[in-house]
């Protein structure tokens, strides 16, 4: 009897399991990526006559695994109703702040959104599902501000990466029913080599031109730091020149 009890709830369980199955995509399930730098900061300030303000920051994280994600959406307007999904899109905003010509979302794994992203596992979801994968904006975005952060593991700042989030891709807010209500693109706000000088190199490259170690292993910060230290005996030198 207990046997068959413990049996029964195996089976049970497993039916929920099926149920609940994640679904990989075409190509597979999206790897965890690295070496993101916490110098890059990508921005997209999402806009139309429907929202107030929306904005998201994508920057780097110290151990350079995943993305970090900052998001806050305010004053959305009350015809639309919320909680409100948003994506990474393929294209670019067009013409007018077309939000149709964003396309569909950022998906080279092939998974599509149909089951829906299951967020317990989400290598298994469309690199672009942010909201699948870590939550709809909530409707308090409506009478308010809503903020959100969280570290996307699958995002990319490697220019070869599938999951690059910098090659003209656009984020797209949705309202409860789907529709597209606004949009923007995701641009390079800043790669943190500001400081001027002759040494800049770009933004994904791996070394400084002191043959310093790659950026993006755990030597980041102290790059950094050296970098400054640098930029501040350029400027005195200058200043006494
Ligand atoms: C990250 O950088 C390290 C050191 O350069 C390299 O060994 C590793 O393959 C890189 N990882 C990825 C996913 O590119
Ligand atoms: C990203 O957005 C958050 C929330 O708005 C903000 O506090 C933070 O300063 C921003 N980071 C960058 C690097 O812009
Ligand atoms: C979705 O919501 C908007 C705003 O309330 C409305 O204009 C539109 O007709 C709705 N579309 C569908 C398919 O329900
Ligand atoms: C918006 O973009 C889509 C896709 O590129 C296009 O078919 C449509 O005509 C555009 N709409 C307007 C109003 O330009
Ligand atoms: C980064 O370093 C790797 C290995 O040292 C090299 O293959 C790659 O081309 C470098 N990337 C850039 C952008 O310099």
């Not at 921005?43 to 994600?69: H, K, M, P, Y």
């Not at 990474?88 to 396309?103: K, R, Y």
Request: glycine share 12%; charged share 15%.
């Amino acid at each position: 009897m207990h046997f068959l009890k413990s049996a029964a709830a195996v089976a049970l369980l497993t039916g929920a399991y099926v149920v609940s199955a994640e679904t990989t995509g075409e190509k597979g399930n999206a790897p965890v990526t690295e070496n993101n730098s916490d110098r890059i900061v990508y921005e997209a300030i999402v806009q139309s006559d429907d929202v107030q303000s929306v904005r998201l920051n994508f920057t780097g994280t110290e151990d350079g695994v995943g993305v970090l994600v900052h998001a806050c959406f305010t004053g959305i307007s009350e015809t639309q109703p919320g909680p409100y999904p948003y994506h990474i899109h393929d294209f670019v905003v067009g013409e007018g702040g077309n939000c149709t010509a964003t396309g569909g979302h950022l998906d080279p794994y092939v998974r599509r959104d149909d089951p829906p992203c299951d967020p317990e596992a989400p290598e298994t979801c469309e690199i672009g599902d942010l909201s699948g994968k870590h939550g709809k904006a909530s409707e308090e975005a409506s009478t308010g501000t809503w903020c959100t952060s969280y570290v996307d593991k699958y995002l990319s700042f490697d220019s070869e990466d599938v999951a690059f989030i910098g090659n003209d891709r656009s984020i797209v807010v949705h309202n409860a029913n789907k529709t597209r209500i606004a949009c923007g693109n995701i641009v390079l706000a800043t790669s943190d080599y500001t400081g001027g000088g002759t040494a800049a190199p770009s933004p994904y490259s791996n070394a400084t031109s002191t043959g310093e170690p790659p950026i993006a292993t755990g030597g980041a910060t102290k790059v950094g730091a050296s970098g400054l230290v640098l930029g501040v005996i350029l400027s005195i030198s200058a200043m006494l020149l």
